[in-house]
C-alpha cells in the first residue's frame, strides 16, 4: 500500500470516529435519542414558562409517533399537563434523570425510525417569540384570550395584527364590575410603566 492510500485510509477512519462521537453527542443532547428519531422537542425554558405547547400535543397524535420524553429535574409541576395528554391518549411516556444529557433540551416525541429531519429544526418555535420580536412583552403572550383595555389592544393592532382576534376589548360590563385590564396589571406588576 503505497503512503497515499494509507494516509487516506487514516483519513476515513477519522472520519468515521468523528461521525460516531457526533451522534454520540447528538444522543447526548437528545435525551439520550439519535437526532433523526425526534418528532420535536421542547427546551426547559420553554416547559418552565407553563404554556401547553399544542405541537407537542398534535405529535403525540402521529402514527409515527412512539413515546413522550421528559427530564424530572425541571419539575412534575410543569411536565403535569403532557403526562395527563399522554395518559389520557394511552401514549407511552418515560420520565428520565436529566442530569447525564448535555445542553437544554427537556422534552422529546421520539419514533423508532429514521426520519429525514437533517435540516428541520426540531425544536418548537418558542410562544412568546413572536411578541418578542415586536417589542411587546410577555404581560401581552401569557393574557391571550382575555379582555383588555383600549389601549393595550390598539399596541396589538399595531404591532402584531395577527394576534388581533387572540384579545378582546374590555367590555362596559367589565369595567363595571371593576375588572383591571390585566396586561396593564402584569405590566406594573413585572415593573414596567
Ligand atoms: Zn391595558
Given at each position: 500500500m503505497d503512503l497515499k492510500s494509507n494516509l487516506g485510509l487514516i483519513d476515513e477512519k477519522e472520519k468515521k470516529m468523528n461521525h460516531i462521537y457526533s451522534i454520540q453527542n447528538q444522543k447526548k443532547y437528545y435525551l439520550g435519542e439519535y437526532r433523526e428519531r425526534i418528532i420535536v422537542a421542547l427546551k426547559v425554558d420553554q416547559l418552565l414558562e407553563g404554556d401547553l405547547y399544542p405541537e407537542i400535543i398534535a405529535a403525540m397524535d402521529n402514527p409515527k409517533a412512539k413515546y413522550l420524553k421528559m427530564r424530572r429535574d425541571i419539575g412534575l409541576t410543569f411536565l403535569k399537563p403532557y403526562i395527563k395528554e399522554a395518559e389520557r391518549k394511552n401514549f407511552r411516556y418515560e420520565i428520565i434523570d436529566g442530569l447525564s444529557y448535555l445542553g437544554d433540551i427537556g422534552l422529546v416525541v421520539v419514533t423508532d425510525e429514521s426520519l429525514?429531519?437533517?435540516?428541520?429544526?426540531l425544536v418548537i418555535r418558542d410562544m412568546n417569540q413572536d411578541f418578542l420580536d415586536v417589542g411587546l412583552g410577555p404581560e401581552y403572550s401569557k393574557n391571550q384570550g382575555k379582555h383588555v383595555c383600549n389601549k393595550c389592544h390598539l399596541k396589538v393592532e399595531d404591532k402584531l395584527p395577527d394576534y388581533i382576534e387572540k384579545f378582546k376589548r374590555l367590555t362596559i360590563l367589565d369595567k363595571l364590575l371593576g375588572v383591571n385590564c390585566p396586561v396593564c396589571k402584569d405590566r406594573k406588576k413585572m415593573g414596567g410603566k
Open positions: 429525514d429531519n437533517e435540516d428541520e429544526e
